[in-house]
């Protein structure tokens, strides 16, 4: 039974506690809907506070459909909904229409976790979305944080993000929601092949599936677990050796460092000023381990999203630049 799959992953990986708030993150889609209404399930057992958040990114002509689909089924569950809008077109500046999408997606997440003082925030990622992911990251030649793909629970902005479904097929879901008679809200965008993810779900996947191995997506997924839980070890390591640091890694230590151990140090210093290492890629880190043992004091690497890494005398600055 699904739910009590789901029930499973949540003890295994800690992902709940009794008696939290937890927003959850509708779309109206299969997956979204099929993580509502097991929540829903769970709710009494675990004495859960739910909250529904949707978010209508007003990128096709039918959106405000979705939002009053999801409006419909958390007053037939009983469970409070916080709706938002925003026209994420009309926000396009540098970056992909993916990106500004989901950055307008967690921003209204967060906001709605803040407004019900909820500190956990459930998605419906499948253990699909985990091997797609994987696929896109090892394309554009990602290192071992990249090919721990989608994790169980993150910890994002001060807030748990959880995936209850990441061990879960989409077929079991589309199964699930039969026997439910529930009919989701299908995004046909999924199927135009004009994003990358896209073009790895209805392309790539169905092609290693049927040629190369039929069991592609459960083997992808398990390298992303094991990715995961050698990159959660060396993190661990990196962050007991710059314990007290805040924006300054001695030169000396970073210079002992083991490679590994410094590389994910780097990223975990600029994660802390931005909140995630999203654009940051291996050439900038090369660049900046070129700063440490190549260059002269006081040279500066300029990253993504405003960050400069400055070198003085005896340690690695890392700024942001004030908007």
Do not use: W
Not at 1 to 24: A, F, P, S
Not at 57 to 76: G, I, N, Q, Y
């Amino acid at each position: 039974m699904l739910t009590d799959k789901v029930k499973e992953t949540i003890r295994q990986y800690g992902l709940i506690r009794k008696g939290e708030r937890i927003v959850l993150g509708v779309s109206g889609g299969p997956d979204s809907l099929a993580l509502t209404y097991i929540f829903h399930r769970l709710k009494k057992e675990f004495d859960l506070h739910l909250y529904i958040a949707h978010l209508d990114h007003m990128l096709r002509r039918d959106s405000a459909e979705d939002a009053a689909f999801v409006k419909k089924t958390a007053d037939k569950l009983k469970i409070p909904v916080i709706l938002g809008r925003v026209n994420v077109k009309a926000l396009a500046k540098k970056g992909s229409l993916e990106e500004l999408a989901r950055g307008a997606r967690l921003e209204f997440l967060f906001n709605t976790a803040k407004k019900v003082e909820a500190k956990k925030i459930a998605l419906g990622h499948t253990l699909d979305d985990q091997a797609e992911t994987v696929l896109m990251r090892i394309l554009r030649g990602s290192g071992l944080y990249g090919l721990a793909g989608i994790l169980p629970q993150r910890d994002i902005a001060g807030y748990k993000v959880i995936r209850p479904l990441v061990e879960v097929r989409k077929k079991q879901i589309q199964s699930y929601l039969k026997r439910k008679k529930v009919i989701p809200c299908i995004d046909e965008s999924n199927f135009e092949e004009v994003y990358f993810r896209n073009k790895i779900r209805n392309s790539l996947l169905p092609l290693l599936e049927k040629k190369y191995s039929p069991n592609i997506v459960e083997l992808l997924a398990n390298m992303a677990q094991s990715a995961g839980c050698d990159y959660d070890y060396l993190a661990r390591a990196a962050e007991r050796s710059m314990k007290g640091a805040k924006n300054k890694i001695p030169l000396n230590k970073l210079k002992k460092m083991h490679p590994a151990l410094r590389r994910i140090a780097i990223r975990e210093m600029i994660s802390r000023l931005k909140g995630d290492t999203r654009r940051l890629t291996f050439r900038h880190i090369r660049e900046i381990e070129g700063l440490i043992f190549n260059r002269p004091v006081n040279s500066i690497v300029d990253l993504p999203k405003g960050i400069s890494a400055v070198k003085r005398k005896n340690r690695l600055y890392f700024s942001v630049k004030k908007n």
